[in-house]
């Protein structure tokens, strides 16, 4: 039987990548989307043209208690297909971006960020425990924003920050269930995040100056690298940050 991953925001961006290099690997992929069913539809039937399951389910990250509906949808699924409602790979990728000075980011701003970023991660992987397989792997992904600081991003970039800290936490207390927990974090990635500022040309060009492999990162830049720690040859990498940026500021 297939190994199974949940990814959230699996339906676009670094998500639908990751899901497709998993689905690669021989993985069955149960994914979230926010509202677009449409582009949901096109990631589940590329990845059954690769001979592996999928199905996707609703999931408000502005809302944690959407995540325990998703997780509840997720493994009700499993259960009718399976028998069993565990799975393999939890990977927390869902997220918005905005950008504000701190003198101008307003509660509104920074509470949705804390919600989409950390609350909402914190909680679903708490109703996730419960499910994942002994030796599974959790992987959340931060951003190269919390190592380097760019102007207008501090609420993101320290909601970030926290979840560095959380997937420590999370590979000490795992470690008894041989449970790996490991934190990806990109550097600026041309996709339609944050309005998809990074594939301006004079911003990609800006990028492309300060990162040692002379480019923007694109989507398919990520989704391996997920694929990798997913693997037998990633168990004994725990509780580590991994940059995958090209070498941005280096």
């Not at 021989?26 to 509202?35: L, P, R, T, V």
């Not at 069993?84 to 971006?97: E, M, R, V």
């Not at 101008?104 to 992987?125: A, G, I, R």
Request: charged share 20%; aromatic share 8%; with cysteine.
């Amino acid at each position: 039987m297939s190994k199974t991953a949940i990814i959230t925001g699996g339906s676009r961006g670094l998500g639908r990548d990751m899901a497709l290099s998993l689905a690669k690997k021989g993985i069955d992929i149960i994914f979230s989307y926010h509202s677009n069913t449409s582009k949901a539809q096109e990631v589940i039937d590329e990845i059954k043209q690769l001979g592996q399951d999928a199905i996707a389910f609703p999931f408000d990250a502005n809302h944690h208690e959407s995540g325990a509906a998703f997780i509840k949808s997720a493994t009700a699924y499993l259960t009718k297909k399976h028998s069993s409602p565990n799975f393999d790979y939890l990977i927390n990728n869902a997220g918005t971006g905005t950008f504000n000075l701190v003198e101008n980011t307003t509660e509104s701003q920074f509470n949705e960020m804390m919600n989409v970023h950390l609350k909402s991660v914190y909680f679903m992987t708490q109703e996730a425990l419960t499910y994942l397989n002994t030796k599974g792997r959790i992987i959340n992904i931060s951003s190269g924003l919390a190592r380097f600081s760019l102007p207008g991003m501090s609420a993101y970039a320290i909601m970030k920050g926290a979840i560095e800290v959380f997937t420590r936490y999370l590979a000490k207390e795992l470690g008894s269930r041989q449970i790996t927990a490991n934190t990806i974090a990109p550097g600026a990635i041309a996709t339609d995040f944050a309005g998809g500022s990074n594939k301006d040309a004079d911003k990609a060009k800006m990028i492309a100056s300060i990162t040692a492999l002379g480019r923007v990162g694109e989507a398919n830049d990520i989704g391996g690298v997920v694929a990798f720690l997913c693997s037998d040859d990633a168990s004994w990498i725990n509780g580590q940050r991994i940059e995958v940026s090209g070498g941005m500021l280096v």
